[in-house]
């Protein structure tokens, strides 16, 4: 079974800086993707970044390309999300979440809804402006 555990969601001041980590544990099958989530209040979830196992190819949604960079350490099991310049719209819940056995769904989740097979249980992020 997978699991994935989120942690370093806080608060903080518009133009700072995060990093959250996703400790993954139980992925079985290569290829995989981890992708990174957030839920605004009153909005749908989102994916805003993926990478993926086979060639660490990193995918970022287009209101975050620039500002968060996606990273994995392999060594922990760990996937990164490090958020620069924040803003206050960047408050929500972040999600880890992964698909494993298939390469191909880190471009689905910066540019649909997509949704992947395994999911953390959530870090909530708070931006004040």
């Known amino acids: 079974e997978v699991q994935l555990v989120e942690s370093g969601g806080g608060l903080v001041q518009a133009g700072g800086s995060l990093r959250l980590s996703c400790a993954a544990s139980?992925?079985?099958?290569?290829?995989?993707?981890i992708g990174w989530f957030r839920q605004a209040p009153g909005k749908e979830r989102e994916g805003i970044s993926c990478i993926r196992s086979s060639d660490g190819a990193t995918y970022y949604r287009d209101s975050v390309k620039g500002r968060f960079t996606i990273s994995s350490d392999n060594a922990r099991n760990t996937v990164y999300l490090e958020m620069n310049s924040l803003k206050p719209e960047d408050t929500a819940v972040y999600y880890c979440a992964a698909d494993q056995g298939y390469s191909s769904s880190c471009g689905w989740v910066v540019t649909t809804h997509y949704e992947m097979d395994s999911w953390g249980q959530g870090a909530l992020v708070t931006v004040s402006s």
């Open positions: 139980g992925i079985a099958f290569e290829p995989y993707s």
